[in-house]
């Protein structure tokens, strides 16, 4: 049975065809990464200018897409966490013609990546920051307290069986 990222890569076989380095999407986050894909698609139109997905993870507890395109002009991305949160900085690179295309494929990508701090890793629900054992997660109430009873899954182990 195919899961919903291989349904993804079936629709959109360019954004997952580049020369990835790890492509995980949780569960929780599926549904806005498959809307995420449906309006890059739309905003890049017949011209794919070879954009593809480098690198899908987590980090912090919430999502980080990262992304190349033809012409995009180069950014250095920083994280740094905080007491009040993840602070994350872009220096952009110069400006160039496809820079408003890009600029806009980023926006989408930022808003989708910001859902995922509130969104339950697991199931999408709503949840806040859990955590145990120093190691960031967003989870909804059930999933929360299933993490402090020790009964969580592992969220990245894709050898689901009996399915
Ligand atoms: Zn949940």
Known sequence: MKNQLQLLQ?????MFNGDHI????????MPGFQKLCEK???LLGDDKRDFYWRQCKEKFGSARWYWKMKGRPTE???????????????AKGKRSAESDLSEKIRALIQEAEAHTEHACIYCGEPGTLNKKDGYLLVLCEEHSRQRNAGTLPSIWSDEDEGE
Do not use: N
């Not at 790890?22 to 986050?29: K, L």
């Open 22 to 29: 790890g492509i995980d999407v949780a569960p929780g986050w």
């Open 40 to 42: 890059i698609d739309q």
């Open 10 to 14: 079936e629709k959109f076989p360019y």
């Open 76 to 90: 250095i991305r920083i994280d740094l966490i905080s007491e009040s949160g993840v602070i994350e900085t872009i």
